[in-house]
């Protein structure tokens, strides 16, 4: 995986943690790894964002009777 991302514009970090990390719900993840534009909501191109170590997740999307761990 790339360490980097470097946005276009109009990209906002839910879209990015979904394109780059798998799930908006890496959204939070990417922010703390970004903390120097953290008050932008739009990006304008060419801003590059460090983006964070993310685990792998066992049953991500699919519902709980499917996973591997209780409720």
């Given amino acids: 995986m790339r360490k980097f991302y470097t946005t276009i514009s109009g990209d906002m ?6 394109k780059m990390l798998g799930s908006e719900l890496h959204k939070t993840a990417l922010i703390e790894a970004n903390l120097r534009h953290k008050d ?11 983006l964070p170590e993310i685990a792998a ?5 699919l519902p709980p009777w499917k996973r591997n761990t209780p409720f």
């Fill in 13 to 18: 970090w839910d879209l990015i943690a979904f």
């Fill in 40 to 50: 932008v909501y739009i990006f304008p191109a060419g801003v590059a964002l460090r």
């Fill in 57 to 61: 997740s066992v049953g991500v999307g």
